[in-house]
């Protein structure tokens, strides 16, 4: 089975500029999740998906920050303006449901460096 | 709310030699627990869970975790350490029946020849 699919795996960009990070979850998971990792810590959820409805969005900084999952499927994580705090890795994940006992599936991570 | 301290930053072993990573938790709620793996460039990869079943948890590659209620810890243990184990390992929790979970800064094992 295939796993968790982001893309792209690396970008670098100048502050200020918009990018976007594209995830494709393992097929037939409703639960898919995006956190962010910063140097030398632990992801921290950015938001969760249940089907294509945002049900735990508190910790995405709406100002600059946009997520959709259209369809249900794949996701679409967007940072405009992008600011030289946002250099991290975007993890996406997914999960066949909501609930701590189902295991969630990672992908390998988007590295963003903004310079 | 709930919360995870993960207590060494770096653990170094030989290879052969235990393996013990050490987790605490911290939960208003009966939680489920889980140790992740990341190697370099590499996606998280779960070794293991507790959800409220046994709490001596077996995992992949021969990890193993006990939970231990009345010391609110959940440390991972592997008998001999191989090379390919050096990686970045994550304990996370979350409260049972909910999805957020809640990350360790992570412990990073070393193992040298």
């Known amino acids: 089975e295939a796993g968790v699919v982001q893309s792209p795996r690396y970008k670098i960009i100048e502050k200020k500029q918009p990018v976007a990070f594209w995830c494709n979850p393992i097929?037939?998971?409703?639960?898919l999740y995006w956190y962010r990792q910063n140097l030398g810590q632990g992801p921290e959820l950015l938001i969760r998906y249940e089907n294509e409805e945002a049900v735990d969005d508190s910790q995405l900084p709406k100002d600059r920050f946009s997520a959709e999952r259209l369809k249900g499927v794949d996701s679409t994580l967007k940072i405009q303006p992008a600011e030289l705090g946002d250099s991290a890795v975007y993890l996406c994940?997914?999960?066949?449901?909501?609930?701590?006992?189902?295991?969630?599936?990672f992908g390998p991570g988007t590295r963003l460096t903004v310079t | 709310a709930q919360s995870v301290t993960q207590l060494d930053s770096h653990v170094s072993v030989s290879e052969g030699t235990p393996v013990l990573l050490r987790c605490n938790y911290s939960s208003s709620y009966s939680p489920s627990l889980f140790w992740y793996v990341q190697h370099p460039n590499k996606g998280l990869q779960l070794l293991l869970k507790?959800?409220?079943?046994?709490?001596l948890v077996k995992g992949i590659n021969g990890f193993e975790a006990e939970f231990k209620k009345s010391e609110t810890s959940f440390h991972l243990t592997k008998p001999s350490a191989h090379m390919s184990d050096a990686a970045e390992y994550f304990c996370?929790?979350?409260?049972?029946?909910?999805?957020?979970?809640?990350f360790g800064k992570g412990t990073m094992l070393l193992v040298s020849p």
């Open positions: 996370t929790c979350t409260p049972s029946g909910y999805s957020t979970l809640t």
């Open positions: 507790y959800t409220s079943a046994a709490t």
């Open positions: 994940a997914s999960s066949s449901r909501g609930g701590g006992s189902y295991e969630q599936y």
């Open positions: 097929s037939g998971h409703n639960t």
